[in-house]
């Protein structure tokens, strides 16, 4: 009987061992992926932020502050004249 209780003990170990490894490995599997995505995720912001700081070197400083001006805040020079097409 004593013999019996050691091998179902040995066993329900092994079987608990096996279990925590296996989850275990699925755990590892899963940071692995989720790295993976980051690291996909900086490599995709490095490339925007390279794309626009190329854009802005391009660009003469003062000329870019006039088209931002000009674009998106609808300033003007003071003596310039503006045209506004109202058919559009």
Request: avoid cysteine; glycine fraction near 2%.
């Amino acid at each position: 009987m004593k013999k019996v209780f050691i091998r179902l003990l040995l066993f329900l170990i092994t079987v608990y061992i096996l279990y925590t490894f296996v989850s275990q490995k699925k755990m590892l599997n899963s940071y692995a992926a989720e790295k993976n995505e980051y690291q996909n995720q900086i490599e995709e912001a490095k490339k925007e932020q390279n794309e626009l700081s190329e854009e802005l070197q391009n660009l003469n400083s003062t000329e870019y502050i006039e088209g931002v001006a000009r674009d998106k805040l609808d300033m003007y020079l003071p003596n310039e004249k503006v045209f506004v097409d109202m058919g559009k």
